[in-house]
């Protein structure tokens, strides 16, 4: 890891064993002598400038009784793999932002879009500046694909853009094999690789576009292992043997000092030099949770933190813990609570357990209805990702039904995910697993075009969602135990409950949280009503009259109110769609 000290580059390196150790830098004759303080970090001082050394490959020569090994910086901006060994090249970092005094907005406000980015640009349907552009960094900051998520106005995460093992990693690069430089193979010139990843992020940062990266600290690390070793760097079990949590190899021992600290000085490195917005930790649940705990002290409180809950084994963490040790922090996690009952009940294959589980999970998860977070905002709610099937194959291509699982999303409580490529239909044929499948991992922008409707009205739902404080709630709602006045939510099960229940349909009214006194003090209650059956659902309405704001079986929405006749008495819902009312 090198910076800058009044102009001159200070480079450091971790090795408490060595004997000595010198800098080797390509185009210099003599290596520089690196001193040792009492932590076991060495680090020497250059004449030359940044500009100077950029672009130059770089090793350390590490001596250690008689013996001389030669090492590549395991914390170096880029690194380029050569007759399968990884060399280290010294960056600059000199870009300068154009839109550096981007804010983004508060975690409650985002709509994620999680996204691998070279499906943004591949396909020859993709809106490119010039060939060469697809598939890359540049490729994907096309006036046509800004446009497109500036129009949705949601909050991009990017699938791993880390440098990454290209025969483990394949197309989605879970596999880094270090953590400080990026894939150059988006890169239309890889020795340009992180201008080209700062100058994506500052258009995105441009069309007021947050920006997220996932990052995989949990397993790889080629350059880590080759520096320090593996005993220092992955987890033994109590019976000797390295933990394999992930399925991807041995598991990174989050819990060792250099390895925390290291860690915490990367996303510092990733927020302060190329403007991250946040972070999303894949198979999170095997970091040690004091880790976790001190990303959250130390990074910005504006940057936003995700984890995955899970893992293959070895978790040192699980959701319950939302509840007790990261009650106080910002971390959400993946929720797979709500993905799981969302998936059968769009589907119509839910049964009356299924849908109290999603009663659960719509309205946030909360430990006081049995669930385990303490506020919605700990909850990212989503029904398809990169993993699995995406939403229009998980619904075999009913458009209808792709409206419904993003109108559930987007209407419940918590932070909304959609899929890439969900308000266009996209499809993988019903692959579950395109990490080596760049041929599927892609987006035909033509879809776009032929799902016009439905992208609109995505469009304009999301933008409802971000007007209405319904949607916003920071605490449990209470529901209506027709007791007394002051509740949150009131479901309204379908006509024929409970001896002839639609076990696949329920509705709800909502009123807004008390945090917003403007809407609280009228108490108007939105209703949102949920069919994901494969028969009509006939909803009783409480006294109105009501106006539809969304209508899932037109794809029409309108925050002031359709152009149809209001309702009054009762609602009947066709199979695989849904609706938002608001009083008239």
């Known amino acids: 890891m090198s910076w800058l000290f009044w102009r001159r580059t200070i480079i450091n390196f971790y090795h408490p064993e ?53 090492i590549a910086d395991p914390l170096a901006h880029r690194t380029e793999r050569q007759e399968g060994e990884l060399i280290s090249y010294y960056s600059a970092l000199d870009y300068r932002f154009k839109n550096s005094q981007f804010r983004a907005p508060p975690f409650d406000e985002i ?19 010039q060939e060469a552009h697809r598939g890359t960094y540049i490729g994907a900051r096309s006036h046509a694909i800004l446009g497109h998520l500036q129009r949705m106005k949601v909050a991009v995460e990017f699938l791993p853009l880390h440098a990454h093992s290209r025969q483990l990693g394949r197309d989605w690069g879970y596999y880094s094999t270090s953590y400080s430089a ?16 700062m100058e994506l992020v500052d258009a995105l940062h441009g069309r007021e576009i947050p920006v997220l990266l996932d990052v995989v600290f949990n397993h790889g690390g080629e350059l880590w292992v080759k520096a320090w070793g593996e005993d220092l760097v992955y987890r033994r079990l109590p019976e000797g043997g390295f933990c394999q949590g992930s399925g991807c190899g041995a598991t990174i021992r989050t819990e060792h000092p250099v390895i925390r600290e290291t860690i915490l000085e990367t996303l510092e490195h990733l927020v302060e030099k190329y403007r991250f917005d946040g972070f999303r930790f894949d198979l999170g649940a095997l970091h040690d949770p004091e880790t976790l705990l001190e990303i959250d002290r130390r990074l910005p409180e504006r940057i936003y933190l995700i984890a995955e809950p899970w893992a293959l084994g070895g978790t040192q963490w699980g959701k319950a813990d939302m509840s007790q040790a990261f009650a106080g922090t910002r971390w959400a996690i993946w929720n797979d609570d709500f993905r799981e009952p969302g998936r059968r009940f769009i589907n119509g294959h839910g049964d009356q357990h299924n849908r109290d589980l999603l009663m659960r999970a719509i309205v946030g998860s909360h430990v006081q209805d049995g ?46 995910m959609l899929g890439e490529g969900s308000e266009m239909l996209y499809s993988k044929q019903g692959h ?36 209405l404080s319904h949607f916003h709630h920071h605490g449990h709602l209470k529901a209506n135990d027709q007791r007394s006045d002051d509740w949150d939510v009131d479901w309204i099960y379908p006509t024929g409950f409970p001896h002839q229940d639609n076990v696949n349909a329920i509705a709800y009214l909502l009123r807004p949280p008390h945090w917003d006194s403007l809407w609280r003090s009228r108490k108007e209650p939105l209703m949102i009503l949920l069919n994901g059956s494969h028969s009509e659902a006939e909803f009783r309405l409480p006294p109105g009259p009501w106006k ?37």
Not at 433 to 462: C, F, K, T
């Open 371 to 416: 669930g385990w977070a303490v506020r919605p905002q700990q909850s990212v709610n989503y029904l398809s990702c990169h993993d699995g099937q995406t939403l229009a194959d998980l619904v075999f291509g009913n458009e209808q039904r792709v409206f419904l699982g993003l109108f559930l999303v987007l209407t419940s409580q918590g932070i909304p």
């Open 548 to 584: 539809q704001l969304v209508d899932g079986v037109s794809l029409r929405v309108n925050a002031f109110g359709l152009e149809r006749p209001t309702l009054s008495n009762s609602h009947r819902l066709p199979p695989g769609t849904c609706a938002l009312l608001a009083p008239a």
């Open 432 to 467: 579950h697993n395109s990490y080596d499948r760049p041929d599927l991992n892609q987006l035909d922008w033509e879809q776009a075009d032929r799902h016009s409707g439905l992208m609109r009205a995505v469009v304009r739902l999301i933008r409802l969602r971000k007007q």
């Open 182 to 197: 990026f894939r150059d193979d988006f890169a239309l010139e890889p020795k340009a690789v992180n201008r080209e990843v």
């Open 18 to 70: 060595a004997d000595a150790v010198s800098l080797v830098m390509e185009g210099y004759p003599r290596p520089w002598e690196m001193r040792r303080d009492q932590r076991g970090y060495w680090s020497v001082r250059l004449d030359p400038t940044a500009q100077q050394l950029d672009g130059r490959a770089y090793h350390f020569e590490v001596r250690l009784d008689g013996h001389c090994q030669r």
């Open 111 to 129: 709509v994620i879009y999680e996204a691998h980015l070279p499906a943004l640009s591949r396909h020859p349907s993709a809106q490119v500046e």
